[in-house]
């Protein structure tokens, strides 16, 4: 597997990535069409076989059961350290202030989220899913920065 440097970072990911759209319970999320963990594990073993190491995942993917599988799928296949972890934020979660968009207040609930499903102490790489017009940039890029600052995020994009 050939790798590249992750923009202007000096992190290095493989050149392929496995999306993780496609996995979580087709039960509690927005897709039917999502493979269960069962369906799903085989393509986390060929990807650490393969040397794709950059995977990508979100919270609001099958309700955050993405997240889960994902990380499940890490301690099963892989070590934590050779995977370079991606999910992103934005998406309703839940009701309420910080079930959402991209408020300090929701970034910093659903960063912790995102880590307890993913049975990780950091995330390596962390996305702003989609624009939050409610949300000054300002308040959004201090947030981020915040979790780089506190060590739960690594980069953040």
């Known amino acids: 597997m050939n790798h590249t440097r992750l923009g202007r970072t000096g992190l290095k990911v493989s050149r392929l990535a496995l999306g993780c759209m496609s996995y979580g319970n087709p039960v509690t999320g927005m897709h039917r069409w999502t493979l269960d963990e069962d369906a799903a594990a085989p393509f986390f073993q060929q990807a650490v076989e393969l040397g794709v190491t ?79 017009p409610e949300t000054p940039v300002e308040e959004t890029m201090a947030a981020l920065d915040s979790l780089v600052r506190a060590g739960k995020v690594r980069y953040r994009n």
């Open 54 to 132: 950059f995977w990508d995942t979100a919270n609001v993917y099958q309700g955050g059961s993405s997240e889960e599988f994902v990380g499940r799928a890490i301690r099963r296949f892989s070590r934590r350290e050779d995977i370079v972890l991606a999910t992103k934020v934005s998406g309703k979660m839940h009701e309420g202030p910080g079930g959402s968009g991209l408020s300090r207040k929701a970034i910093l609930e659903q960063v912790d989220g995102s880590l307890r499903r993913l049975g990780t102490d950091y995330i390596d790489v962390y996305y702003v899913h989609r624009f939050d």
